[in-house]
């Protein structure tokens, strides 16, 4: 119950939510834009990208989970696998435009390459700002609905204090 009270107080607006996002995930993001650079060095990119989208994305998520969207605990199993499979699509979304300067430029420039990684990075996670905030952690009620269970909340505690502790005892004084 202590979570459920954090996460509903702990709520971010959207703007805030932003901020923190780019934050949290431009800050990973740029990371591992060097990390793909640096292990492209040793591996295939794509095989390099894969990494390091999935161990991003691992790191990011707990960020998203804990900072960026107030929940301010661990990002659960189906919340990694939902942000699991948007990251497979950012992915696809990189490669694709690391494809594409691939056949536009024969030999694109290192400072190039970032570029086009990057902004096809933050393009996808513009997109995974929406997804993450309205899909993986987004509030399963309406603040009416949120009030209505805190008032039966409220009810239940005053209705179990206000309960003998015998119960057998009041039988007998009735």
Do not use: K
Not at 57 to 64: D, N, Q
Not at 144 to 157: C, E, K, Q, S
Request: include cysteine; aromatic fraction near 10%; glycine fraction near 8%.
């Amino acid at each position: 119950m202590e979570t459920a009270r954090r996460q509903q107080q702990g709520a971010p607006g959207t703007f805030t939510a932003f901020a923190r996002f780019v934050l949290c995930g431009g800050g990973v993001g740029l990371a591992s834009s060097f990390a793909v650079a640096a292990l492209a060095s040793w591996i295939a990119w794509g095989l390099a990208n894969a990494l390091i989208t999935a161990v991003s994305t691992l790191f990011a998520t707990e960020l998203h989970a804990r900072f960026t969207f107030g929940a301010g605990v661990r990002a659960t199993g189906r919340q990694h696998a939902q942000s699991g499979g948007f990251a497979a699509a950012a992915y696809a979304v990189t490669c694709v435009a690391m494809f594409v300067l691939q056949q536009l430029v024969a030999t694109p420039s290192a400072a190039l390459e970032q570029g086009v990684y990057l902004f096809a990075s933050a393009l996808a996670g513009v997109a995974r700002f929406a997804v993450l905030r309205l899909v993986v952690f987004a509030r399963n009620r309406s603040p009416v609905a949120a009030a209505d269970r805190t008032t039966l909340l409220v009810h239940a505690t005053v209705a179990r204090e206000a309960a003998p502790a015998d119960p057998v005892a009041l039988d007998r004084a009735a």
